[in-house]
């Protein structure tokens, strides 16, 4: 099928530690990060009419996780973490004047022992304040018009966006 095609990514890299957890002239940790992905996407076209749709699941995992701590004000360290999930986005243009996107991501996150592996999805206590379900519609309207002989183009543009509920501190609702 030529408007369907499949992707596979896998990286591994580092992320920087909290800066204000720094002190001056202290050299700073950096964490492992092993990242996959993988899903397919579709696009059609026909005319000005052009509909596309993306998918994938993901699979992270951090060496050495940060978490706020709202009494300190900041990120402290936890040990190792995996965030797993997928995602879905669906788009929508007709020519150059009107596009809507919407999206959908379902994710989990834990702390987990270091022995643990990518994929132990489920393992590990939940992660606060890392939202279960975040859904996101997008849509943009343009037109052309002619003020005094000066082509101007106008956008309205409107969004929506839901966060839904994610895990407290200490198991708290």
């Given amino acids: 099928w030529p408007s369907l095609s499949w992707s596979f990514s896998a990286g591994q890299g580092v992320r920087s530690s909290d800066a204000q957890a ?10 492992r ?7 397919p996407a579709w696009t059609y076209r026909s005319g000005p009419l052009q509909l596309s749709a ?8 951090v060496s050495d996780d940060l978490l706020f701590d709202p009494v300190r004000g900041r990120n402290l360290p936890i040990g190792p973490s995996n965030r797993y999930g997928a ?4 788009r929508a243009r007709i020519g150059q ?10 994710s989990d996150a834990r702390g987990i022992e270091s022995s643990d592996s990518i994929f132990a999805l489920g393992r590990g206590n939940a992660l606060p304040y890392v939202p279960r379900q975040v859904l996101r519609v997008d ?3 343009g037109t052309h018009v002619h003020v005094a002989s000066e082509l101007v183009h106008l956008n309205l543009a409107a969004g929506l966006g839901w966060v839904g509920p994610m895990p407290m501190p200490l198991g708290a609702a």
């Fill in 22 to 31: 720094l002190s001056e002239g202290e050299r700073a940790p950096f964490a």
């Fill in 33 to 39: 990060v092993l990242a996959l992905e993988t899903g």
């Fill in 54 to 61: 993306h998918s994938f699941a993901f699979a992270t995992r």
């Fill in 87 to 90: 995602a879905f986005s669906a």
């Fill in 97 to 106: 004047d009107h596009d809507t996107l919407a999206s959908f991501t379902w």
């Fill in 139 to 141: 849509h943009v309207s």
